[in-house]
């Protein structure tokens, strides 16, 4: 089984992103967090920042978009060539038209869901969709503590999934560590964004072969 590690950009030094990027050159995916201050409080990147960062980034965009009308923003991040692009089952209201949308350009198209958000709606629709985000915090904020609480709903969605045979990622984000991520692995996770842990380290190359393995080594076997 396949083991990603996509450290995410909100937890880089803003003023060397581009050595940031080269710093984690070992990594799967970069997680580029986009928040609008609507849907969270908060502000990241809009599309300049992220078009202009794909041109020097070794790594592929995983997009997370913690953004009202995700419609109208999702389609151009693909068309830029994103690699991965998600959006929150909060902020649409037809997730499947957006998703099948992102995948006619050739993005893979992820749906996040926030902590208090149940998974059971979205099983049936698993076919319409290559990632499913279990948030571990809060969306909005880097630097917060993982809550186990998600673990229940990340279990039922890894046995959704392996019951129907696709090849859907299972995303964990928000406090992953080398302990945490431990428990998301053992509860069917098998793509992991990490953001403090890797960038706050003396070598973010080691952190990520050492989050890897803690991961690998504790995933279900499939």
């Keep these: 089984m396949v083991t990603r590690i996509n450290p995410s950009i909100l937890a880089a ?20 967090d986009i ?29 997370h978009l913690m953004i009202e ?11 830029a060539g994103a690699f991965s692009v998600t959006f929150h089952a909060e902020a649409t209201t037809n997730p499947v038209g957006l998703a099948r949308k992102l995948r006619s350009i050739g993005a893979r198209a992820g749906i996040a869901l926030k902590p208090g958000t149940a998974i059971e709606p979205y099983l049936e629709l698993l076919p319409e969709f290559d990632q499913v985000l279990v948030m571990t915090v809060e969306p909005g904020f880097g630097g917060q503590s993982f809550m186990p609480s998600t673990m229940r709903k990340l279990s039922t969605l890894s046995e959704a999934v392996k019951k129907s045979g696709l090849d859907v990622w299972l995303q964990v984000d928000g406090g992953i560590t080398e302990d945490t991520i431990v428990i998301a692995a053992e509860a069917g996770a098998n793509t992991f964004v990490a953001g403090s842990s890797v960038f706050n380290a ?21």
């Design 13 to 32: 030094d803003f003023a060397n992103l581009e050595r940031d990027l080269g710093r984690i050159r070992t990594a799967d995916l970069v997680h580029v």
């Design 35 to 63: 928040m609008d201050n609507h849907f969270v409080p908060n502000l990241t990147f809009g599309p300049p920042v992220v078009d202009r960062l794909a041109q020097v980034s070794p790594l592929p965009f995983d997009l």
């Design 69 to 79: 009308n995700p419609e109208r923003w999702a389609l151009g991040y693909a068309e």
């Design 202 to 222: 003396a070598d973010p190359a080691k952190q990520i072969a050492l989050l890897r393995a803690a991961a690998t080594e504790h995933q279900h076997a499939h």
